[in-house]
């Protein structure tokens, strides 16, 4: 199974957007596909104590254990992913060990076009995650109402969604 997460909290989100797109590409791939959407299931922040043992913390746990690979969408916030997602895997550690792990980010400008790597080098060093070296980083000119209008970025979301398949199918 491939769990796509949507990080932004925002209901107009352009992440959102690509993560849909993904989840369409696998689903028209025959993808055994889950979705978790942090704006419709909230999560608590991390206090390293009972945070850990909210419903929405667990059934999140238990996507991503099941998952053989995980497709990230997040915004792009002060040079950085979101908040949401660091909190995410914060609360969710451990479950992240040896997966695949894609991401697409979505910015307001083209300098943080690197804003994937702190969250990339931590999934690698303290979970020993497999980064799909095909991220997608895509501007708001890219999108149109709810689609993404630019076809180099449909282009790389395809391409990182059958990245991601290759590597979760070549790790099983």
């Not at 997608?136 to 000119?141: E, I």
Request: proline letters at 3%; glycine letters at 8%.
């Amino acid at each position: 199974m491939i769990l796509v997460i949507s990080a932004s909290l925002n209901p107009g989100s352009r992440s959102r957007i690509l993560a849909n797109a993904a989840k369409s590409l696998l689903e028209n791939d025959h993808q055994d596909v889950a979705t978790f959407d942090l704006a419709q299931t909230p999560l608590p922040f991390c206090d390293g104590a009972s945070a850990y043992g909210d419903p929405n913390v667990i059934e999140l746990g238990k996507l991503i254990e099941a998952a053989n690979a995980i497709i990230i969408a997040s915004p792009v916030y002060n040079f950085d992913v979101n908040a949401a997602i660091k909190n995410a895997v914060e609360l969710t550690g451990k479950k992240w060990t040896g997966k695949v792990v894609a991401m697409m980010l979505a910015a307001g400008g083209a300098g943080s076009y690197m804003s994937a790597m702190g969250l990339a080098n931590s999934l690698m060093l303290d979970f020993r995650c497999f980064i799909v070296p095909r991220f997608v980083y895509a501007l708001g000119d890219a999108f149109e109402g709810n689609e993404i209008s630019d076809e180099n970025i449909q282009a790389r979301v395809g391409q990182m969604v059958q990245e991601t398949i290759r590597l979760a199918e070549a790790l099983k």
